[in-house]
């Protein structure tokens, strides 16, 4: 049997150590406080922002979500936007993705203050992550190394394969991961939905990392067995047997990758909740810069 990757432990400790690291800023007369703009019904976007929301005030973060409705314009959207850069008492602003067709999400994230940037989605921030000088981590990102470091899986000359290509996961963990640096010195490729042969890069690698948002898309038999994986899908799937209609899964096909690999990582249960601890994570590192 593989070792579980456990994202709940992890991230609950994550947020124990994010809860104190508040209580000692809360005593020196700030309070952190992130604010969450959600615009229109996408009903996984509202489970989303409703766990942020919780998990802010269980660290003793304050919260405040601002729904707005699907007919937002963008101009409305932009000047919400402003007036929270303008809030001095705001210190984290995050846009939660998607937002409804007609609104751009780059122009949103793009008016965010830099420094008030959680997601870490500006160019700017983008752009000094890149650069090996970060201001904050992407979170999801940053929730797969932290799981990797906390489970003592060497990482650094290690072969990783990320399978997923996007601005929030796949690009920004490759730079991460190839980054000379103590969580990185990885040597990384980047397979996507458009890969050839995938399964060539995955049987070589000593960490899969699947953030391509295709349920199944990595089995067992493309995997070599001392490999660790890493599952980054958040799919929703129609399933008549749950309360809510549906059922989260991953990008891994989990009962046959964990009979190959030496370390797995569920989902649910594994990198989802750790998103969520790493955004606190910046919320703190926001405080902290505009003090
Ligand atoms: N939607 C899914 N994941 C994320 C995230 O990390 N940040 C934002 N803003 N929206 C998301």
């Known amino acids: ?47 989303y922002v ?25 101009e409305q959207l932009l000047a ?76 650094s000359g290690q072969y990783v394969v990320i399978v997923g290509r996007s601005n929030i996961v796949g690009k920004p963990l490759a730079g991460m991961l190839a980054q000379k640096s103590e969580r990185g010195n990885a040597t990384v490729t980047v397979c996507h939905t458009g890969t050839k042969g995938l399964a060539y890069y995955t049987k070589q690698a000593d960490i899969v990392i699947a ?10 038999d493309m995997l070599n067995s001392n490999c660790t994986v890493i599952d980054v899908g958040t799919n929703r799937i129609p399933d008549a047997t749950k309360k809510s209609g549906y059922s989260l899964v991953g990008d891994v096909d989990f009962e046959s990758a964990s009979k190959v690999a030496a370390n797995i990582s569920p989902v649910p249960g594994g990198v989802g909740l750790m998103t969520i601890a790493m955004l606190l994570k910046n919320c703190v590192m926001a405080t902290k810069l505009q003090s």
């Open 211 to 220: 953030a391509a948002g295709r349920p199944g898309l990595i089995t067992g």
């Open 80 to 155: 919400q936007v402003e007036k929270l850069n303008q809030d001095k008492t705001v210190h984290g602003i995050l846009v939660q993705s998607p937002v409804p067709k007609g609104l751009s999400e780059e122009k949103a994230f793009e008016s965010i203050h830099p420094l008030k940037d959680v997601d870490c989605f500006h160019p700017q921030n983008v752009g000094l992550l890149m650069l090996g000088r970060p201001r904050f981590l992407p979170a999801t990102p940053a929730g797969v190394i932290e799981l990797l470091v906390r489970y003592n899986i060497k990482i």
């Open 50 to 74: 409703r766990n942020k929301h919780k998990a802010c005030e269980e660290a003793g973060i304050r919260s405040t979500v601002i729904e707005m409705p699907e007919t937002t314009t963008q």
């Open 1 to 47: 049997m593989p070792t579980i990757i456990d994202g709940k432990k992890i991230s609950a400790e994550i947020r124990q150590e994010v809860k104190t690291e508040v209580s000692e800023i809360k005593a020196r007369g700030m309070e952190p406080h992130l604010a969450v703009i959600i615009v229109g019904s996408d009903p996984g976007s509202q489970v």
